[in-house]
């Protein structure tokens, strides 16, 4: 009998551990544990980033475009002269890039 109920109390301890590191392991390392909310968290990071970035870039795009629209002679001339490489005979052309 003292047999029987020591293996009893022993099973349980046991099935208490293994519970014990299957929850501790997952709470850490699994799919949605700790780790994977440090990686999850630090791609939300770049990403709202990335989005300020191409917002700039968007509101860049759209001031050239309404420069363009509006017949603009300032950034016109400034266009043709850069995407033509275009100069009069009098000046000076200095290539910085």
Do not use: A, P
Request: no cysteine; hydrophobic share 40%.
């Amino acid at each position: 009998m003292r047999l029987i109920e020591s293996f009893k109390k022993k099973k349980l301890i046991l099935l208490n551990i293994f519970l014990s590191l299957y929850v501790g392991i997952n709470l850490v390392g699994g799919e949605r544990g700790l780790v994977s909310y440090f990686e999850k968290k630090k791609i939300h990071q770049e990403l709202i980033q990335r989005e300020t970035f191409l917002k700039e870039e968007i509101q860049d795009l759209k001031h050239k475009i309404k420069l363009i629209k509006n017949n603009d002679l300032d950034y016109l001339d400034m266009l043709y002269r850069d995407k033509l490489k275009y100069g009069t005979k009098d000046e000076i052309l200095i290539k910085l890039k």
